[in-house]
């Protein structure tokens, strides 16, 4: 079956940009989780959807924000981009919270 | 609240043993385990259920002390192929919702 589809795989924006990535879940997987990941802070929760809905949202400010549509697919945008949310972000998918999760290959985001 | 694993870093020659720990302040619904190569996704290990249930396919064995909140991943006769970054992540109750929540990794390097 095919895999988590993240998309782009690499992204270079300028501070102050905004920036969207692209989750295209397995099919049939209601559950989306973001995480953004850097060296030496494993994976932060960012926040998850199911069936459209963000059941829960991790210590991020506003800037980050997500959505998920109705064929399960997800984005999440960062408005106002910092040096700072440089980092790898991964997205990950499953049927719910107590089953395996997949996750995709990530989007490299670098702000420059 | 990110879960603790110890230790950050630990290097094994092939066919030695290790054991990587995780524990949490919080109330666990399940363990997550799931390792991570470089430059590759994280990949599923095991899930661990409250009630004793546990969801896996490699040839790793781990417990789970609901009491004190407390996982434990247990890599005997470890292989070249074990080497990676584990991740334990924990399923408990933030806000009004559950949360998978990631350490900041273990880091094994499995020496020929």
């Known amino acids: 079956k095919a895999g988590v589809t993240q998309t782009p795989r690499y992204l270079i924006k300028t501070r102050g940009q905004q920036v969207t990535l692209s989750c295209s879940p397995i099919?049939?997987?209601?559950?989306v989780s973001w995480y953004q990941q850097t060296p030496g802070q494993g994976l932060q929760f960012l926040f998850e959807?199911?069936?459209?809905?963000?059941?829960n949202k991790g210590n991020f400010p506003g800037r980050f924000s997500g959505r998920q549509f109705s064929n399960s697919r997800s984005e999440m945008n960062v408005s106002t981009l910092e040096l700072g949310d440089s980092a790898l972000y991964l997205c990950a998918s499953s049927f719910d919270l107590d089953t395996e999760a997949f996750f995709g290959q990530g989007t490299r985001l670098t702000v420059v | 609240q990110q879960p603790v694993q110890s230790p950050q870093a630990v290097i094994l020659r092939e066919g030695e043993d290790a054991v990587i720990n995780c524990s949490s302040s919080k109330a666990l619904y399940s363990v997550h385990w799931y390792r991570q190569k470089h430059g590759e996704a994280p990949v599923f290990l095991m899930i661990?259920?409250?009630?004793?249930e546990q969801k896996g396919h490699e040839k790793i064995s781990a417990s789970f002390n609901e009491k004190k909140q407390q996982s434990s991943l247990y890599l005997t006769a470890s292989q070249l192929s074990y080497s990676g970054t584990y991740f334990c992540?924990?399923?408990?109750?933030?806000?009004?919702?559950?949360?998978?929540?990631f350490g900041s990794g273990t880091q094994l390097t499995v020496l020929p």
């Open positions: 992540g924990t399923d408990t109750f933030s806000g009004s919702a559950r949360q998978l929540t």
């Open positions: 661990l259920l409250k009630g004793g």
């Open positions: 959807y199911f069936s459209e809905t963000q059941r």
């Open positions: 099919s049939g997987h209601r559950s």
